[in-house]
């Protein structure tokens, strides 16, 4: 029987995984780099949660750009304690884009404000050491496009800010959302044309989302492989929006094609967010958490990861 067209896709991540497995074993000695983004543990206490994902095996966390304005978010001496305490590094920060701060809109006022939080928390990464700034080219929970005219608004803007990401060496991780939250970029494809368009040092990289992908992309692999040495993070839940292992997402291959792409490098990194199904995902941050929920979604998903990775690599 002819094999489907996914089945033939994933035949051929199979064939190349066991090439690389069989031609170059060292470049498959390193394990990938875990981290976990904070922002959809709500109003839990940040010793709360690094305590947790330490305890779990965790280097790095992704934390809450929550800087929405002067007087707001993380304290830079504060949360340097509090990861010294623990020994846990920032991988980055994942930026927050809703209606109020707004690169594409048709309102100045949001546009201003998108503007003035990025060089906040761009400053605010690269002091905490994060290699990353996950920015989204349009809101999160508004679909509905404005007009036709909402890429070149969003281009124009992150254009001015452009150069804080190239003097501090702060990557600006463009993230491809599914159709259902966002209006614009919502495949690795288009979040590369993004990022020609804004034709800015600095603006290179791309932040992957598994869940946004199973809707968007063809085959995740092969877009895993399209987004190449531009992938620096990838958010990863399972086909639930839930803990990995407890949807029907085909991990083994998605770790398989990480592996190809060498992602297994430094400032490259694998980033739990399972935020429980829904249209728009924010309200989880203002959430009370239920900590012994959290726990256990920490614990299955890296536990269910690093099985999976050592069996693929026979470790």
């Known amino acids: 029987m002819k094999k489907q067209n996914f089945e033939s896709k994933n035949e051929a991540i199979d064939e190349a995984f066991a090439d690389l497995k069989h031609k170059k074993p060292d470049a498959l000695k390193k394990r990938m780099n875990l981290s976990w983004s904070n922002w959809g543990f709500g109003q839990e206490k940040l010793e709360v949660s690094v305590e947790r994902l330490k305890t779990n095996g965790f280097e790095y966390i992704e934390l809450h750009g929550n800087h929405y304005g002067p007087d707001l978010g993380y304290k830079p001496q504060e949360i340097r304690k509090i990861l010294a305490d623990y020994d846990m590094k920032v991988s980055g920060v994942c930026g927050m884009f809703s209606e109020d701060n707004d690169m594409a809109s048709n309102q100045n006022v949001s546009r201003q404000a998108a503007l003035d939080y990025i060089r906040r928390e761009v400053d605010f990464t690269a002091e905490m050491g994060g290699y990353y700034l996950l920015v989204v080219p349009a809101a999160v929970g508004r679909p509905a496009s404005y007009d036709d005219a909402e890429i070149l608004r969003s281009v124009e803007a992150l254009r001015i800010v452009a150069h804080k990401f190239s003097d501090t060496g702060v990557k600006a991780a463009i993230e491809p959302i599914r159709s259902a939250e966002v209006s614009i970029v919502h495949t690795v494809k288009e979040a590369r044309e993004y990022i020609r368009l804004v034709d800015c040092p600095g603006i290179g990289h791309i932040n992957g989302d598994i869940y946004h992908m199973l809707t968007e992309e063809d085959h995740i692999p092969s877009a895993i492989l399209d987004a190449g040495d531009m992938l620096t993070n990838l958010h990863a839940a399972d086909t639930n929006r839930c803990a ?29 967010e399972p935020l429980g199904p829904g249209g728009d995902p924010y309200p989880a941050m203002h959430g009370i958490p239920d900590t012994k929920k959290l726990d256990v979604l920490v614990s299955d998903t890296v536990n269910y990861f690093r099985e999976r990775e050592s069996l693929l690599i026979g470790a």
């Open 244 to 272: 990995l292992g407890d949807g029907s997402l085909d991990l083994d291959r998605i770790i398989q094609a990480l592996y190809l792409i060498g992602y297994n490098r430094d400032g490259c990194f694998f980033t739990p």
